[in-house]
């Protein structure tokens, strides 16, 4: 089953709007939520990250949000710029489960800023 | 963050036959290394986790005869796939967890695209 969801395959925004990526997730034990961005044949790079003690994280043009109780978060982007095209994943990880727990990856929103 | 490298970056080897994949970290030393992997236009699957100078932990489904890890230094981890067939032909990438205070966060490697005839 698939702990972390993100149900929108792809995503398609004008230049300069806000782009908002959501996560789902279900495992009640996930207590720190990272976002990535990946190109086509590359590895995956870090953006933001965030601690199941917030409910928000900024950095730069983007902001996570957390809804503990909804098992949800979100990754804002604005504005939108031609590229911050690529695939997002959406990752969770049980940290206080003690030990050092692998990531819990999203099948990925491809991420489509067009002109 | 880390800077990851990956070598080589694509592989193509004959069924049977064992490919060996190289993982650095070149600015951390990384007691714990993760390796994933990626099938086309399917999420990163967490395979093990590599621990320096013990046995690596894998998750479920993986074989651990076949995906032999070692983690011989802070800084390198190998991934051995053995007598490879086609249907591990597939994206493999390594990262590297960085315990900076909190939170910790991981690093990727560029990957390693592997296939196999």
């Known amino acids: 089953d698939q702990q972390v969801k993100q149900n929108s395959p792809s995503l398609s925004v004008q230049e300069g709007r806000i782009s908002i990526l959501n996560c789902d997730y279900t495992?009640?034990?996930?207590?720190?939520f990272l976002w990535y961005k990946k190109y086509p044949a590359e590895g995956p790079t870090f953006l933001i990250s965030?601690?199941?003690?917030?409910d928000k994280n900024e950095d730069g043009r983007f902001t996570v949000f957390l809804n503990k109780s909804a098992k949800h978060l979100s990754l804002h982007i604005v504005p939108s710029q031609p590229g911050d095209s690529a695939v997002y994943f959406c990752a969770a990880s049980a940290r206080s489960g003690g030990g050092a727990d692998g990531l819990t990856f999203g099948k990925g929103t491809h991420l489509i800023i067009q002109p | 963050g880390a800077v990851v490298s990956q070598h080589p970056s694509r592989v193509i080897c004959k069924s049977g036959t064992s490919v060996k994949i190289e993982c650095r970290s070149l600015d951390f030393q990384a007691t714990t290394m993760f390796w994933y992997r990626q099938f086309p236009k399917k999420s990163l699957m967490l395979m093990a986790t590599?621990?320096?100078?013990?046995?690596?932990?894998?998750e479920q489904g993986v074989e651990k005869d076949k995906f032999l890890i070692n983690h011989a230094s802070l800084t390198l981890s190998t991934l051995t796939v053995t007598s490879a067939h086609p249907e591990d032909s597939s994206f493999y990438i390594c990262s590297v967890r960085v315990l900076r205070g909190t939170p910790d966060t991981q690093y990727f490697g560029p990957g390693t695209r592997l296939t196999v005839l």
């Open positions: 965030i601690s199941s003690i917030k």
């Open positions: 590599s621990n320096e100078g013990s046995k690596a932990t894998y």
């Open positions: 495992n009640s034990m996930f207590d720190y």
